[in-house]
Structure formats: C-alpha cells, structure tokens
C-alpha cells in the first residue's frame, strides 16, 4: 500500500502544548502552585540549527531558565508528544517509530519500549487512559488509512488497523475531496472521528467547509460483511464548517459528564480556503447519543464580534481552554497566517453555560498546533511565544482555571517546549 509522506514547512514549524498531569503533588503559594520533589517531564526543542529534541525533567517551572544544557534524553528528528496516562509516547514524523517512556523508582525518565510503523502519524487519542490511538492522515491520497493501537503500560503495539472514512453513507469524503482527522475519540462502545475535507489534488484547499462531519464506528475496530472497517454512519451540520483544525488532536473532546463538544474555525488565516460562511462555532454530541444536539449550537463569532476559535481542550467539569483571534483581512489574505502570527487569546470556555472568560495575564502569541492537555490541582501550564515591546519572549505560564488568571514563570532559552507531563503515579 502505498503511503504519502506529508511534508509542509506549516508541519515542520509546529509546535505542541501540553502541561502537567492532577497526579503531581504540589502546595499553593497565593496563585502559584509549587511543585514539591516533583519530577515534570518536557518535551524540549533546543534552538540549535538542527532543532535538536530531548526529553527532560524539571522540578521548578515558575522560576529561572528551562534549558536543555546538560540534561536530557536526546530525540531523533522532528516529534510528537502524546501522554497516555503515566506512558509518554514520543512518535518520529520524519523517523517512523515511536518510543515510550516511564518514570522508574527512582523518580527518573527511562525508555519504556519503542516500535515502528509504516507512515508518520497526524492524529493521536487514547482509550481510558491505558491505550493509545494514532492514525495517518494524507493530503491527496484515495487509500484506506491506518489505526495504531499501543499499550501504555508496556509501550508495545497492539494491534494495526486499515480503515476508511469513504464508504456510501451521504456526507461522507469521497472523489474529490479526502479527510484529516481532527481527533479519535472514544466513548463507550463508539469511536468518534472529526475530520475536515481537503481537496484531493494536493492543494490543501477545503472545498466543502460549510459543514461538520463526524465519522461514527464501533470501538474496538470491527470490519463489516465485506471485510472493510468503515463507519457505520457520517453524521454532518450544517450550522457550522469542518471540525477542528490542521495539526490539532482536539478538534472533539469529552467533559466530565460525557457529553462530546466540537468545535469548527473555517477562516483562510486558520487554514481554510475557501473560508467558511458559516459562523465559527461549537457543536455537542449528548451523552449516549450518536448525533449532533438539535437544541445546542455555541456561536463564537457572535459572542466575541467577530473572533473564531482556533483550538481548545478539556479542563475538567464543562469548561474548556481555548485559543481564539479576530480574522482581519490583513491575516485573511495570508493563507495559515494565524499559525504563526502573534494574535491567539486564551480564553476559559464555559461550554454548557456558553460563556467567554479571557484569561488575564497571558499577551497575544502565536501557537502553530496543540497536543492535548491536563488540568493539575486547578492549575494548567502553557508555553508562550510572544512578541512583547517588540522582543520575542518565550516564557511558561500557569493558569489558575478558578480565577482566570496566570502567572509567568520560568523564561525558555530555546526554540519550544512542545510538552508538559507528569508522568508519576
């Protein structure tokens, strides 16, 4: 089967967000959350010419400088981070093979296993915590995709899976167009695909973008009477545009009492073109349903005057942390220019209140992709890359989810941090 390697300079220049897991122990001082003897592990990018990756640990991320210098375990090629509960899984997108790491009794990062697969992956999930998922996506390219399956306590790969979101169902990619998905989420006995739909001629053009589409399949993976592991249904919207965005895990997330939220952006500065008419927006899959809620629609653009949201995720209860900017027509007439323009706002969202907190302290910065994150004793760290006073500034913040608020902490002296995870029991 022949595979596309999927190489744009928006990829290369990525970055990843994540921050520190609830199982790290910690003591408040005012708004700031100390880490005591807690070892967080980082997914760091030294600003060498090679952009060279380690894994590190640091105790202290709200003081000094985070560097690499000395310290690390040191990766091949360009990366993705992905925690899958206490397994940090580390996937090669020019070097196809992905290793783990683990904390031993020491309170030390240390190599879990590694394993090798066919095509780099785009899209990453997990399955209670104990399993990852990763899939392939293509920009042109009319062939069944591929659905990883790795253990988190063991760091092997469990199983391998040819799949396909074509099939005959109405709304469905087909000729003309083939889908990236935005994320692989999976709730009781279903798994949950959002996708946007690129042109399949290579463009990255997304000629359909007035709709939401979301795959629906039985979980785990289950091929049909005809041997094919397809959907059993597409479901679609039409209040909004695609799900999710290039480069993003999150495009669909789940809060605490099991409803599935996704959000759609649809701008040519958030890499869609043509742009969307239709209002950037949020979307909800009810707890044990199958279908989009009739009754709920979250209209970002007409609570913000005209911003759209750029990415968001989880952070416990109904709320979500988000990233959101105004597409004017300066960025409009940049296609991808939100991804490295510094003009991204987090924001709290509220999701089943429907309400907009922006979160103070943090400038505008620029953000390319975000993994997924985790909410540590009310509080969640971000990196931010900004331009302040006309100097960039690289720094860590934490976020008191409570207050809104965030304190800058340690300074980075290097290209990024794509990763914050606490990776102990």
């Not at 629609?297 to 989880?314: A, L, P, V």
Request: with cysteine; net charge negative; proline share 3%.
């Amino acid at each position: 089967m022949n595979r596309t390697k999927i190489y744009t300079s928006l990829i290369l220049a990525t970055t990843l967000t994540a921050c520190s897991s609830d199982s790290s122990d910690g003591t408040s001082e005012g708004n700031v959350n100390v880490l005591e003897e807690t070892n967080i592990t980082l997914g760091f990018v030294n600003s060498d010419g090679n952009s060279t990756e380690f894994v590190l640990t640091k105790t202290d991320l709200m003081e000094g400088t985070i560097s690499a210098q000395g310290a690390g375990l040191e990766q091949a090629g360009w990366n993705f981070y992905y925690p899958v509960g206490n397994t940090l899984f580390v996937s090669g997108y020019t070097e196809f093979k992905t290793t783990s790491y683990t904390l031993n009794g020491d309170n030390d990062v240390e190599e879990l296993n590694t394993f090798l697969f066919d095509s780099s992956f785009n899209t990453y999930g997990n399955v209670n915590n104990t399993t990852l998922l990763a899939t392939n996506s293509y920009w042109n390219q009319h062939d069944d995709m591929v659905m990883y399956a790795a253990d988190a306590s063991t760091g092997r790969a469990t199983s391998k899976t040819d799949y396909s979101i074509y099939n005959d169902f109405t709304g469905t990619a087909g000729e003309g167009t083939v889908p990236w998905p935005t994320a692989l989420k999976v709730r009781d006995d279903k798994l949950f695909i959002p996708y946007l739909k690129f042109r399949d001629d290579g463009s990255a053009s997304t000629p359909d973008n007035n709709t939401a589409y979301v795959a629906v399949f039985d979980y785990p993976l289950t091929a049909n009477d005809d041997g094919n592991v397809v959907p059993n249904k597409i479901i679609t919207d039409d209040r909004t545009g695609n799900i999710g965005t290039h480069g993003s895990t999150t495009g669909l997330i789940e809060t605490d009492n099991g409803d599935l939220y996704g959000y759609a952006a649809g701008s040519t500065a958030s890499g869609h073109f043509p742009a969307s008419s239709k209002p950037s927006g949020i979307l909800r899959i009810a707890n044990g349903e199958t279908e989009f809620d009739a009754d709920y629609f979250f209209d970002i653009e007409d609570q913000t005057e005209g911003s759209e949201i750029f990415w968001f995720d989880s952070i416990g209860d109904n709320k979500a942390l988000a990233r959101i900017f105004t597409p004017t027509d300066e960025l409009e007439a940049a296609p991808w220019s939100a991804y490295s323009s510094p003009v991204l706002k987090l924001v709290i969202l509220d999701l089943a209140e429907k309400t907009i907190t922006d979160i103070e302290g943090i400038p505008l910065h620029t953000k390319q992709v975000t993994s997924s994150i985790e909410e540590m004793d009310g509080k969640v760290y971000v990196m931010v890359d900004a331009v302040v006073d006309e100097e960039i500034e690289k720094n860590i913040y934490q976020i008191d989810i409570a207050t809104a608020t965030a304190v800058k902490g340690a300074t980075v002296e290097g290209k990024t941090i794509k990763g914050f995870f606490a990776l102990g029991n």
